[in-house]
């Protein structure tokens, strides 16, 4: 038996309604349904003014969930607002002398996931990237939705497993970040690639408010070349990117985001002096025609496209996905199913 250790930070307010989203966050984890491993879902509270700790403890003793761990992080002077430090919080945590695991599961920690507090978990989602999970690290397809329950988009590769050079700064913006799952040993390795190349403290990247999950996928990326390895692919969909308004994404304005971005090519390109955001502009501009033309559109405009660009492209990703359909309506309307005790 393996431990796999899922990683969710939070920042949790009485106005952003992170607490809502965080319990069916955590209700996607206990309804994982493994084959001979055990979850340890580790919650890392980023400083929270909202009672974090008491949602946690009562959900332990509510539905008996030993798996639920807490963990707290107290901000810095200087931090952004970033999701970047609780998990590498939560990392350095479970590769270290851990607070949260006990000695069993540090023993037997065969690899580690996260999952943003406001994001959900289909049922498959930590088998199915355990499964083809070696020395490297997996990843799954995913599917965006919103609050109304409508499926937005799916982040879909084809084939077993992806050459690490495919994945690069210009493809970059079709790759589903958040399915990451690494082995032990190759996240140890990561840690101590982004100490030595970057000066980074952490596997997520501390000064970038938006786009970590990009960059922690480039910096697996390069530890992979390294190693001379292929990146697992799970054929199926693994996670579920909730889209809304109150999120890091939603709340950073359009500049910040180009200069973070911007930040994560110049990073990771092979050839720093010529890279600009210019050169992901045809990836970003193609992945998702003909909508993402108005990427740079105003937000006005956007705002009045994104209704009619949902009502034509639900009915064809609801039929090609309708159990997931079904598994987000089952969260966003609070009928959950029973809690799977988890093995």
């Known amino acids: ?60 003793k509510e539905q008996d969930a030993d798996w639920l761990r807490y963990l707290r992080r107290e901000k810095k002077p200087g931090d952004i607002e ?25 023993l037997d ?15 498959r989602s930590i088998q199915g990237r355990i499964e083809p999970l070696e020395h490297g690290w997996s990843f799954s397809d995913a599917i965006s939705f919103d609050n109304n329950g409508k499926l937005r988009f799916v982040y879909k590769w084809r084939g077993d497993s992806m ?13 589903p970040h958040q399915t990451i799952m690494w082995s032990l040993e190759f996240l140890k390795k990561l840690k101590e690639h982004v100490a030595s190349a970057y000066d980074q403290e952490g596997v997520f990247d501390p ?15 390069e530890m992979t070349m ?19 308004e109150d999120s890091i994404t939603g709340n950073t304005p359009g500049p910040i985001r180009n200069k973070d971005l911007e930040a994560v090519a110049r990073k990771h390109a092979k050839n720093k002096d010529k890279i600009r955001m210019g050169s992901t502009l045809d990836s970003r501009l ?52 029973s809690d799977s005790s988890l093995t």
Request: charged fraction near 25%; hydrophobic fraction near 40%.
């Open 82 to 106: 970033t999701a970047s430090n609780p998990l590498n919080t939560g990392i350095d945590d479970v590769l270290g002398n851990s607070q949260s695991l006990r000695r069993d599961e540090v």
């Open 226 to 244: 390294k190693e001379g390895t292929a990146i697992s692919h799970a054929n199926e969909v693994g996670y579920l990117y909730r889209l809304h």
């Open 207 to 221: 000064s970038i408010r938006f786009g970590e999950d990009l960059d922690v996928s480039l910096s697996s990326k």
């Open 1 to 60: 038996m393996s431990t796999i250790a899922v990683i969710t930070p939070v920042y949790a307010t009485q106005e952003n309604g992170r607490l809502k989203y965080l319990t069916q966050a955590i209700r996607s984890v206990a309804n994982q349904k493994l084959e001979g491993n055990r979850i340890v879902h580790l919650i890392v509270d980023d400083g929270s003014p909202a009672d974090v700790v008491g949602l946690v403890d009562d959900y332990r």
């Open 163 to 175: 050459p690490a050079e495919e994945l690069n700064v210009r493809k970059a913006y079709r790759f």
């Open 286 to 337: 193609l992945h998702d025609l003909p909508w993402s033309l108005f990427t740079y559109a105003p937000e006005t405009l956007k705002s009045r496209l994104r209704p009619v660009r949902d009502f034509l492209k639900a009915p064809a990703l609801e039929k090609a996905y309708p159990e997931f359909k079904k598994e987000v309506a089952i969260y966003l309307n609070e009928k959950n199913a």
């Open 109 to 123: 920690l065969g690899a580690i996931a996260y999952l943003h507090s406001d994001d959900l978990l289909p049922p």
